[in-house]
């Protein structure tokens, strides 16, 4: 990977990180989105990292800028226009000068990023909050922007930001076996292994301040288990040993979870997922949930 990649993915990824916690967004797709719009950082005018542009009812600052834009009719209008040119698949291509806003700094520019994600024909989008490539895709159907392939350019850097991010966890210092951690994100999912692209077994399945004991580590990724525990009806469970610890695999196409037997709900989990026993009562079991969490997410309690 290039140093210019590198350099732009750890001087921008706080913010990114910070903008997840927040509100969902990937960071690894807002990090690709910025590394497009901007030439990784080379055409970042005004603090835009985003190519967000002023219409008229932008009131903040905004600067003229010469820019190319796609279009299936010749007659879109601009601030000024140079050229415009078919392309043999249909498209117009347009050489004009709009306006793009201006901010007063990086932070103000990701806050911003946001509110206008916000935008209903983007609401699709944050379904997949935990699949960046999907998020794209649905940013780019939205209309985010008039570029060619916009959805399949953003997934390609997505795989490059995801593999610098990973390197770079990789050099970050271990963390012991039987480690509390506390969850410092609004919500944070949980995985079948150590990796953004593993199955998700719980989206948003720990809160903020949520108490996990590592059980393990791959470079950025813990593998843990709450302190809190579950409760499921036994009936649509399959107990087996596991080295001495007993296991429960789900056996209900969807099964809920309670906090306590006849309790109130708090998840589902699905069928095949496994998870160690905690303790039975009647017809109820109560298990740990265990899985794997990025760690940019927890911080440590006793480390």
């Not at 210019?4 to 903008?19: E, G, L, N």
Request: aromatic share 12%; glycine share 8%; with cysteine.
């Amino acid at each position: 990977m290039s140093q210019r990649v590198t350099d732009f993915v750890v001087k921008y990824y706080p913010f990114a990180i910070r903008s997840e916690q927040q509100t969902g967004i990937p960071a690894v797709f807002t990090l690709a989105q910025a590394a497009l719009e901007t030439g990784w950082g080379s055409k970042a005018i005004g603090n835009n990292l985003f190519g967000i542009t002023a219409n008229r009812l932008w009131t903040g600052p905004k600067v003229l800028v010469d820019t190319f834009e796609f279009h299936d009719t010749p007659d879109v209008q601009y601030p000024e226009i140079s050229s415009i040119e078919k392309l043999p698949n249909g498209k117009y291509k347009y050489i004009v000068k709009r306006y793009f806003r201006e901010y007063a700094d990086v932070s103000e520019c990701f806050n911003d990023h946001y509110k206008v994600l916000l935008q209903d024909r983007y609401k699709e989008a944050f379904k997949y909050t935990d699949d960046p490539k999907r998020f794209a895709t649905e940013i780019a159907r939205g209309g985010y922007a008039t570029g060619l392939n916009y959805a399949s350019t953003l997934h390609q850097i997505i795989d490059m930001v995801q593999r610098v991010v990973d390197t770079l966890g990789q050099s970050q210092p271990a963390v012991s076996t039987g480690a509390m951690a506390v969850v410092k994100s609004r919500a944070l999912n949980l995985r079948q292994a150590g990796s953004n692209e593993a199955t998700l077994m719980i989206r948003d399945g720990l809160q903020r301040g949520a108490k996990l004991v590592v059980l393990g580590q791959a470079g950025a990724w813990l593998k843990v288990r709450t302190e809190e525990t579950a409760w499921c009806a036994t009936r649509f469970l399959s107990i087996a040993d596991r080295g001495g610890e007993n296991w429960a695999t789900v056996t209900a196409s969807l099964l809920n979870y309670r906090h306590a037997p006849e309790g109130i709900k708090i998840g589902a989990f699905s069928r095949g997922e496994s998870y160690p026993v905690a303790g039975t009562q009647g017809d109820w079991t109560k298990i740990y949930l265990i899985g794997w969490v990025h760690g940019d997410f927890v911080e440590y309690a006793n480390a």
